[in-house]
């Protein structure tokens, strides 16, 4: 059975230095574990279906164009700022409250987000206020979706036995590819059988309306979840944290660091590697709209299968070693992917966007575990707001349009190749001095013991 222990601090706890809270089995039923893993497939299809679609909105919301489509990643740049804002607001709400009440308040947002999204009035319609209430719909899911991901995570870290942590947590990332999955196909479908008339003015709302369904139906099987094994041992005795931003804040600032840093790889690796590569192969001409939708679809599915099986090594081997074997792979391999995808030959393309696909898939699936190890249970959803969501606002929701501004300045399309490289030297020394949590069980007070 599990014997993982989890705490908040001996002082704060009234507890001795020699004393520790006891072990906990986590008891979630298998219905729950797999309604939290598999409901984040809607919020990253509600929230990436943006990106897979850029180059329709820029037109639909603001005008077109090259201009246009800076804008509309710039919008989304702006938007993702919020996301932080939203892990900390539910961060403490899922450390003081439970996880269960702030998984269900951020779907519920994002299902009214998504609905009001697919209503707007358009440019044609109103000019430039279409794109101002655009933005402010992608703040609402921008905030959401920071709560999102980090609760979800948690969940299934307090849920897994020690020798399957990486494995179970990785579900949170194989999910959101499948939302991803079905939103660049979706996206893809979409636009190859429309023509450009339809598509801008009615067509671009099917996606969209899609997701607000399908939000709602997971919003109502997430209701039935039950509340995760670790906070329930915390209100039992007594330990839940009153101040749990406070907390982390003061005991915990080594491990945000160490968040920070593998949430940057992975984000950098899976907004430029992944959800950018449609729209770079488009506005660099390399191929059409619906090719460019449909090779990122091939690529999704490349991510979803190999991100149960990186997690399986990491239990396997352990966390560091995969870890720092990625952090060469996304030094070494983003420039030439570029390049492939930039020969206008789709299979040199579809070898380009996978490899890059697969490398980001990778380090999103075993940084999920990875960071959450580096915090015990009270605080965990704030001390990973503060890590990995910051990195995430940063290396992710910026990364799109820096990446296409920097294209557009320099002329030199493998620019985003060599952005993943350079985080990529800056993570690695963190990487090398990582201590290992695979098999490390996290002790009241600490992170995982050394």
């Known amino acids: 059975m599990c014997t993982l222990t989890y705490g908040a601090s001996n002082a704060a706890s009234g507890r001795g230095p020699g004393e520790h809270a006891p072990a906990v089995t986590p008891r979630l039923s298998t219905r729950s574990i797999v309604i939290a893993g598999c409901s984040t497939v809607i919020e990253w299809y509600?929230?990436?279906?943006?990106?897979?679609?850029?180059?329709?909105?820029?037109?639909t919301f603001f005008g077109g164009g090259s201009a246009g489509l800076s804008e509309a990643l710039a919008g989304f740049a702006i938007a993702y700022l919020m996301r932080p804002i939203g892990a900390i607001a539910f961060g403490h709400i899922g450390d003081r409250y439970g996880r269960r009440p702030a998984m269900l308040l951020s779907m519920a947002m994002m299902t009214l987000a998504m609905l009001a999204t697919a209503l707007l009035p358009t440019y044609?319609?109103?000019?430039?206020?279409?794109?101002?209430?655009?933005?402010?719909?992608?703040?609402?899911?921008?905030?959401?979706?920071?709560?999102?991901?980090?609760?979800?995570?948690?969940?299934?870290?307090?849920?897994?036995?020690?020798?399957?942590?990486?494995?179970?947590?990785?579900?949170?990332?194989?999910?959101?590819?499948?939302?991803?999955?079905?939103?660049?196909?979706?996206?893809?479908?979409?636009?190859?059988?429309?023509?450009?008339?339809?598509?801008?003015?009615?067509?671009?709302?099917?996606?969209?309306?899609?997701?607000?369904?399908?939000?709602?139906?997971?919003?109502?099987?997430?209701?039935?979840?039950?509340?995760?094994?670790?906070?329930?041992?915390?209100q039992a005795e007594q330990r839940v944290p009153k101040q749990p931003l406070r907390l982390s804040?003061?005991?915990?600032?080594?491990?945000?660091?160490?968040?920070?840093?593998?949430?940057?790889?992975?984000?950098?690796?899976?907004?430029?590697?992944?959800?950018?590569?449609?729209?770079?192969?488009?506005?660099?001409?390399?191929?059409?709209?619906?090719?460019?939708?449909?090779?990122?679809?091939?690529?999704?599915?490349?991510?979803?299968?190999v991100t149960p099986p990186t997690g399986m090594l990491a239990d396997r081997i352990g966390r560091r070693?995969?870890?720092?074997?990625?952090?060469?792979?996304?030094?070494?391999?983003?420039?030439?992917?570029?390049?492939?995808?930039?020969?206008?030959?789709?299979?040199?393309?579809?070898?380009?966007?996978?490899?890059?696909?697969?490398?980001?898939?990778?380090?999103?699936?075993?940084?999920?575990?990875?960071?959450a190890e580096q915090f015990p249970g009270e605080g965990r959803l704030s001390g990973l707001a503060f890590g990995a969501t910051t990195a995430t606002a940063l290396f992710g929701g910026l990364t799109p349009y820096l990446s296409h501004l920097l294209i557009t300045r320099t002329g030199w399309p493998v620019m985003p190749g060599v952005m993943i490289a350079i985080v990529a030297v800056c993570v690695l020394p963190v990487l090398l001095k990582l201590p290992e949590t695979a098999w490390a069980r996290i002790r009241p007070g600490s992170g995982p013991q050394r």
């Open 46 to 59: 509600d929230f990436t279906l943006y990106l897979y679609l850029a180059t329709v909105l820029s037109r």
């Open 249 to 305: 804040l003061t005991h915990h600032r080594v491990a945000i660091a160490r968040g920070f840093a593998i949430s940057a790889l992975g984000s950098i690796t899976y907004y430029v590697g992944i959800t950018y590569v449609p729209s770079f192969l488009t506005s660099a001409g390399a191929m059409s709209e619906a090719n460019a939708l449909w090779l990122s679809t091939l690529a999704a599915v490349a991510v979803i299968a």
């Open 124 to 234: 044609a319609q109103i000019g430039s206020w279409a794109g101002g209430l655009l933005l402010l719909l992608r703040c609402i899911m921008a905030f959401s979706v920071g709560g999102e991901y980090t609760g979800v995570v948690a969940y299934l870290l307090e849920a897994a036995a020690p020798a399957r942590r990486g494995l179970i947590t990785s579900l949170a990332s194989a999910a959101s590819e499948i939302g991803g999955l079905l939103a660049v196909g979706l996206s893809a479908l979409t636009v190859g059988m429309l023509d450009g008339t339809s598509l801008d003015s009615w067509g671009w709302r099917i996606p969209f309306l899609f997701g607000a369904a399908l939000a709602g139906l997971v919003l109502i099987a997430r209701a039935a979840i039950e509340e995760s094994p670790d906070f329930l041992r915390q």
């Open 321 to 371: 070693p995969v870890l720092i074997a990625l952090g060469i792979a996304a030094i070494l391999l983003p420039i030439v992917t570029f390049m492939l995808m930039m020969q206008g030959i789709f299979w040199m393309a579809l070898t380009g966007a996978i490899a890059l696909a697969c490398l980001g898939g990778a380090v999103s699936a075993i940084g999920a575990v990875t960071t």
